[in-house]
């Protein structure tokens, strides 16, 4: 069987409450989240990412990692490092797999849009913890917006200096975040400090580096709202699967797009299903142009070519020229700056809706329980 990049989305439970996410506001009932049956129906894997909502709020996460590293070759957990003494003990077990922690800036402007109390000194410890047990696969994870932009490169710095990964994104909306409401509102200053990243990134001795300029280079094009610089294959030979079995081609979609149900069929079932079939024909005419590591990677890996010509321009032939990457190699941030198209247009080419409520994803269950809540809270 031909491996697979998979996500697993382990709960929706969570426990920040950061401004760009409404998922905590919309929490899976623990009774229904991905069992360990469920877990050992999934295919094999190249690469696993785990995430949620916050994974480790599950208690047998211990488990599910068991299950899941029989079955794929890497395996890195997205979290916001709160739990630190759960993370350190199931990472003494596995001390292979990869750790990702959301660090959303500096200390201050981290528990601003985190919303969790102490959030950025927890990460820290846990990072540096991590690091101090000899773990080799351990990084920074941050989504830039408005209020943290100007602290990218200081975050990039501060785990460089730790020698640590660092993983970006930008805002975005979907059923995922339960949000359609996201916006970058001063592209220009944001897409600044990109290029500052980009051109830090460069300098570098290691070519990962260097193809994660190009990734950056891409969040670039993203907020402004163009055509991504690669084809997304989501659902060809990728897959997320949610709480509740539902498998999904990505994360990025308005609605939920549902390929098949793992807890209901087999693998082999959902995935060569006329209802796959279904979901792989929009993806082909989506439009959302998202630019998220988790569509982007297994795209960069597949077009090789298109980024390692533009690190190769960007590295090598600009070196006796000590020219540095300009922002304005995108022509749409020229047309921008030279008052050919308006913020509003711009506005118009992000998948920001102000006029749409933003759907949930949750089963009805779920539902039922935060409305029942609500009645005794609210
Ligand atoms: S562009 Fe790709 S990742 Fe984004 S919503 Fe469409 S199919 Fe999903």
Request: hydrophobic letters at 35%; a positive charge; charged letters at 30%.
């Amino acid at each position: 069987m031909k491996k697979l990049n998979g996500t697993v989305i382990v709960t929706y439970r969570c426990n920040a409450r950061c401004n760009m996410c409404n998922r905590y506001k919309a929490p899976s009932r623990p009774e229904e989240e991905l069992s360990l049956e469920v877990i050992r129906k999934l295919p094999p894997m190249y690469f696993t990412n785990i995430t949620g909502g916050e994974p480790f709020v599950r208690t047998d996460l211990k488990e599910i990692v068991r299950e899941l590293d029989k079955k794929s070759d890497r395996i890195v957990i997205s979290t916001n490092g709160f739990f630190t003494e759960r993370i350190i003990d199931l990472c003494k077990e596995f001390p292979h797999i990869g750790i990702r922690i959301s660090i959303e800036g500096l200390e201050e402007t981290n528990n601003k849009i985190r919303g969790l109390e102490d959030g950025f000194n927890r990460g820290y410890t846990t990072l540096k913890k991590l690091v101090s047990m000899g773990m080799k696969d351990v990084g920074f994870g941050m989504t830039v917006q408005d209020a943290n932009a100007k602290e990218l490169v200081d975050l990039y710095q501060l785990s460089d200096d730790m020698n640590m990964e660092f993983a970006t994104a930008s805002l975005h909306n979907s059923f995922y975040f339960v949000e359609a409401k996201n916006i970058i509102h001063d592209r220009p200053m944001v897409a600044r400090e990109f290029e500052n990243l980009i051109n830090e990134l460069l300098r570098s001795k290691s070519p990962k580096k260097w193809f994660r300029a190009y990734f950056n280079h891409g969040l670039i094009n993203y907020i402004y709202g163009q055509k991504r610089l690669l084809p997304c294959d989501m659902s060809f030979d990728t897959f997320f699967i949610d709480p509740y079995g539902d498998v999904m081609p990505c994360n990025g979609t308005k609605n939920k797009k549902v390929m098949g149900n793992l807890k209901s069929q087999t693998w082999d079932e959902l995935w060569h299903s006329p209802q796959a079939e279904t979901v792989r024909k929009q993806v082909r005419s989506c439009e959302r142009n998202c630019w998220m590591i988790g569509s982007v990677s297994p795209a960069m890996h597949k077009y090789i070519w298109k980024p390692a010509w533009w690190v190769f321009r960007h590295k090598f032939l600009s070196l006796g020229k000590k020219k540095k990457y300009s922002m304005y190699e995108n022509k749409i941030v020229r047309d921008y700056r030279d008052g050919k198209v308006k913020k509003e247009y711009l506005d118009r080419c992000s998948t920001c809706d102000m006029n749409v409520e933003a759907e949930d994803g949750l089963s009805e269950t779920s539902r039922e329980q935060i409305k029942a809540k609500c009645k005794e809270n609210c």
